[in-house]
């Protein structure tokens, strides 16, 4: 079989104004970016607003393996088979950070005859919609420090005398908006700046600082949550940045920053029209990560697919216990819409690496025996999908199992596993898809089920509501939604917990950040554990998403790079094009 850049390069695709008005679009409501991208104007959607809605279908996973399940795979191909039986479709999903192009993990177009296209444009800037997160949150940076020197510099009183502006009085110690990257770069996460020449403070006052990636500012995920560009102007305006002597928020409205930073991000809150290599309209939009943030592409894309076609296709990051658990408790919350199915993607080698008997690491060798029929481990790595099922279905959300076949898998173990789906007393379905290598045709059956499963009446139950308590909030989650036996809250985290209250930010909804690779907070932990601890060590505020972070267990907002990474095998052809990107 052809790799998938070969694949991609192979397909002739549309002209991408072709793909927009076979969408629904009209010629004023898009622009083009070359041949193969546009950017779809909002006002598109007060056009749409009378519109009726389709069906939104939320593709998840089981437990993520290093073996990597799918899932972009599966919903493009979804989407690609709700068009083969002529239903009208779009797919929406979140732009690929370079940090893990560059990386382990590599691209995230999908792969074989399941691929948004050209994979190299997905996969490589885009339309620039990250780098203008980066650009606003790294003013509002330097603003903050900026603020800082003239302020200690003249004395508050002079300054105000000077400017006309009111002394922030921001506390040094007590900024918490760190710098951004769109780069895995572990010798950033803690950093000193300001730091000057003996007797001198001409580059500012010396703090410590540090740097996340891109896909975990805040205002990626307020871009992700945002219902138009009014709104997400509010939203960055209410963004704490720092607190000032007394121990009050200070936001970016009050640092009279917030305007600048939406103006760098006017552009970006549009999303970038693509198509698979089938034709299928592809909405990008935001790349917030599961881990460490709510991992969903936009409410906008959403919007704007619902509006235009009866099923949209959206994926949301890592298992059911992150990316969906934020899309029901997060995102529904702010949009209004919850899934009317969920897809989960589960593979006959990823069960049985979530048996626990395999020590599987990225960029390690696979041991041949996972790839071999072995009753035994996919039985053990069955809980994980059981587990996966019923906390989809907790949510009132009807499931469909889309199992995704590999060359390697047998079919008495796939017909074993969907037998064992079959079996179980939940409303589930199954279906085997063959989207790698079928593309749209092999994905039918699983089309055909999911229209099924959409049907079904909706009885959405959130895991709490927003009048309830921050500790509520944290409990729900963690012992309803993951099964934990009880949350522990370090010294720090009770600290900021009563600060939050006294502030008023008490409504705000939470987000766990967690290990992606296991239910429980423990990365090692297979399975479908239950009666486990989880120890919360610092709570985030991010008033302009609206949501709370709990950080758990040793989860980093800045990743890494490992020994070999990918941008080895990245480089330029004698003809100019890309080699080495997957």
């Given at each position: ?300 894309a959403d919007n704007i ?11 949301a990051g890592f298992g ?67 587990w996966h099922i019923e ?192």
């Amino acid at each position: 079989m052809l790799s998938d850049i070969q694949i991609c390069r192979n397909t002739q695709l549309s002209p991408i104004s072709e793909v927009g008005r076979k969408f629904g679009l009209k010629d004023d409501e898009f622009i083009s970016h070359g041949e193969s991208k546009a950017k779809v104007s909002l006002k598109s959607i007060n056009r749409l607003k009378e519109n009726r809605e389709g069906k939104l279908i939320l593709v998840t996973a089981i437990t993520p393996t290093p073996l990597g399940e799918g899932k972009t795979v599966t919903t493009i191909g979804l989407a690609q088979g709700l068009s083969k039986i002529n239903k009208s479709v779009a797919a929406c999903i979140r732009q690929p950070s370079m940090g893990p192009v560059f990386g382990v993990k590599g691209g995230a177009a999908g792969g074989g005859y399941s691929q948004v296209a050209p994979m190299e444009e997905l996969n490589l800037h885009l339309t620039g919609d990250i780098h203008a997160v980066t650009a606003a949150h790294n003013l509002a940076a330097a603003a903050i420090d900026a603020r800082i020197y003239h302020e200690q510099r003249h004395g508050y009183k002079a300054f105000e005398e000077k400017t006309g502006l009111p002394a922030l009085k921001i506390d040094s110690e007590n900024v918490v908006w760190r710098r951004v990257m769109d780069h895995n770069d572990r010798a950033l996460r803690m950093i000193t700046v300001g730091k000057n020449e003996p007797q001198k403070t001409i580059n500012g006052f010396e703090r410590n600082d540090g740097f996340d990636i891109s896909a975990a500012s805040e205002l990626m995920a307020v871009l992700a949550l945002a219902s138009d560009l009014k709104d997400l102007r509010k939203r960055i305006g209410d963004i704490v940045l720092a607190y000032n002597m007394e121990g009050q928020p200070v936001t970016a409205e009050q640092l009279q920053v917030a305007g600048a930073m939406a103006v760098s991000m006017k552009d970006a809150i549009e999303p970038t029209l693509m198509q698979t290599l089938e034709g299928v309209p592809t909405l990008i939009h935001a790349g917030p990560f599961a881990n460490i943030a709510h991992g969903n592409s936009s409410i906008i894309a959403d919007n704007i697919a619902l509006k235009l076609t009866d099923y949209t296709v959206t994926e949301a990051g890592f298992g059911s216990d992150m990316g969906f658990e934020k899309a029901c408790n997060i995102k529904a919350a702010v949009s209004n819409k919850a899934p009317d199915c969920a897809v989960i993607v589960a593979t006959l080698r990823g069960l049985k690496a979530n048996s626990g008997l395999y020590d599987l690491r990225p960029g390690q060798p696979l041991p041949d025996s996972i790839f071999e029929p072995d009753s035994y481990a996919l039985q053990a790595g069955f809980e994980n999908l059981k587990w996966h099922i019923e906390n989809v279905t907790r949510y009132g959300v009807p499931a469909v199992v889309a199992i995704n076949r590999f060359p390697q898998d047998t079919d008495e173990e796939l017909q074993s596993l969907l037998e064992k789906i079959e079996s179980l007393p939940l409303p589930v379905t199954a279906a085997i898809s063959d989207a790698f290598s079928k593309g749209g045709e092999g994905a039918v059956e699983l089309a055909q089920k999911v229209i099924k499963a959409a049907e079904c009446p909706l009885e959405f139950k959130p895991l709490y509501t927003r009048d309830q308590s921050l500790e509520e909030k944290i409990m729900s989650v963690a012992e309803v939604g993951y099964g934990a036996r009880s949350v522990n809250l370090s010294e720090k985290a009770k600290q900021q917990l009563v600060q939050f209250k006294k502030l008023g930010f008490d409504k705000m909804r939470v987000c766990m950040a967690k290990t992606p690779l296991s239910i429980s907070t423990v990365p090692s932990v297979k399975g479908a554990p239950s009666g486990f601890d989880i120890d919360v060590r610092e709570l985030k505020l991010c008033a302009g998403a609206g949501f709370i972070y709990a950080l758990t267990g040793n989860v980093l907002t800045m990743p890494g790079l490992p020994e070999k990474p990918a941008f080895m095998n990245l480089d330029i052809g004698e003809d100019g094009e890309i080699i080495g990107l997957s």
